[in-house]
């Protein structure tokens, strides 16, 4: 590939703004100048740098779990245009030839323009992958090799670029494949899912989601995350003045509260605080302080709902509302915080206490 002078951002169309303004806030907090390129719901942007040696040593330390809107990321070389319709694999071997990758991820920004190019990049993969072991270009699963990234725009241009392993999403595009169970209550489910295996190592989810576990569930109804906690064994009271899914009528791991989420609190501590209400950032970032810093549970796991406008800035006030009232209580504590794939106009934290 030509000289890297740029690094590639996929997010949520829509929060391209968003993501560009936090990837220039960590660039500067990493003396990284540049300027981001970006363009309303085309799901992607660009930051483009003064100094290339600059933005490849900052890459080197970079991960995608720093980034709030970013869904994937890789170091990017030169656009490829006006690819053949006929032959596209020729110019990309070209402009990779001599070097060696231990994978390839073949994406396109997940927006309304460049949806339909998501069958392109599946077919596409196999042929490439096939050609880039002929070539000795592939040593597939080698994790002291680079994941090479090709990112379609439209269907004649490409952006390729690499990352580190571990380094970037650990699936196409930033989207987990999950599929939906069909007993279960609602889509919800699939978020708690995906912010399990985001924020947990498989190690970690064995150890903290085992059974006899307990959990709360604030704003449960009709309990897609309720449902996905006892699918892991735990033992969970679900609260909210609304009805629960049929699955739960006398299920011996659900326990029922027809109660206010902003009020109710639990006998006893437990390990898992779970909470998708649709609230004010502001407002679900105090409860889950209070719960916190109360020791009514360990971990909490729970959803932002974001305003129109001054998204970025809404969460970095709820983040500061969190940390002022811990360190009050002289709580250690980490948190990390993502736009997933199956959010919409909100984003996901964990919140842990260390």
Same mark, same amino acid.
């Given at each position: 590939m030509s000289d890297e002078t740029q690094l590639l951002f996929?997010?949520?169309?829509?929060?391209?703004?968003?993501?560009?303004a936090q990837v220039q806030t960590v660039a500067a907090e990493a003396g990284v100048h540049g300027f981001c390129k970006a363009k309303s719901d085309t799901g992607y942007l660009t930051f483009i740098a003064h100094?290339?040696?600059?933005l490849a040593h900052w890459f080197e330390a970079l991960a995608l779990d720093e980034l709030i809107f970013a869904r994937q990321l890789?170091?990017?070389?030169?656009?490829?245009d006006d690819l053949p319709a006929d032959n596209r694999l020729g110019p990309i071997l070209a402009a990779i030839e001599g070097q060696e990758f231990g994978g390839v991820y073949v994406e396109t920004p997940d927006a309304e323009a460049t949806r339909p190019l998501m069958r392109l990049c599946r077919k596409f993969t196999k042929p490439l992958e096939q050609s880039m072991r002929k070539r000795g270009l592939l040593d597939?699963?080698?994790?002291?090799?680079?994941?090479?990234?090709?990112?379609?725009?439209?269907?004649?241009t490409v952006i390729p670029g690499?990352?580190? &392993?571990?380094?970037?999403?650990?699936? &196409?595009?930033? @989207?987990p494949r999950l599929k939906l169970a069909k007993d279960a209550p609602s889509r919800s489910a699939l978020k708690l899912e995906e912010a399990l295996i985001t924020f947990l190592s498989p190690e970690e989810r064995k150890d903290l989601l085992r059974a006899g576990l307990e959990a709360v569930d604030l704003g449960a109804a009709p309990g897609g995350w309720t449902w996905q906690l006892v699918r892991d064994g735990l033992i969970v009271t679900a609260v909210d003045n609304g009805p629960m899914a049929d699955v739960f009528t006398g299920h011996v791991s659900v326990?029922?509260?027809r109660e206010d989420g902003f009020t109710f609190r639990p006998e006893r501590p437990v390990e898992w605080l779970v909470c998708d209400m649709v609230e004010k950032p502001s407002r679900v970032a105090d409860l889950m302080a209070d719960w916190m810093a109360r020791g009514d549970c360990q971990r909490a796991i729970f959803n932002l709902k974001l305003p129109m406008k001054k998204r970025q800035q809404a969460v970095m006030d709820a983040v500061e509302r969190i940390a002022d009232r811990l360190e009050d209580a002289e709580v250690d504590?980490? @948190?990390d915080i993502r736009q997933l794939y199956h959010d919409r106009d909100e984003v996901t934290a964990y919140l842990r206490r260390v």
């Open positions: 996929l997010t949520r169309a829509g929060y391209e703004g968003d993501c560009a100094d290339p040696e600059a890789c170091l990017a070389g030169e656009t490829l597939p699963g080698n994790p002291d090799l680079p994941r090479l990234h090709l990112t379609f725009t439209d269907t004649t690499w990352s580190h &392993p571990g380094q970037a999403a650990p699936q &196409p595009m930033g @989207i326990e029922h509260r504590f980490d @948190i």
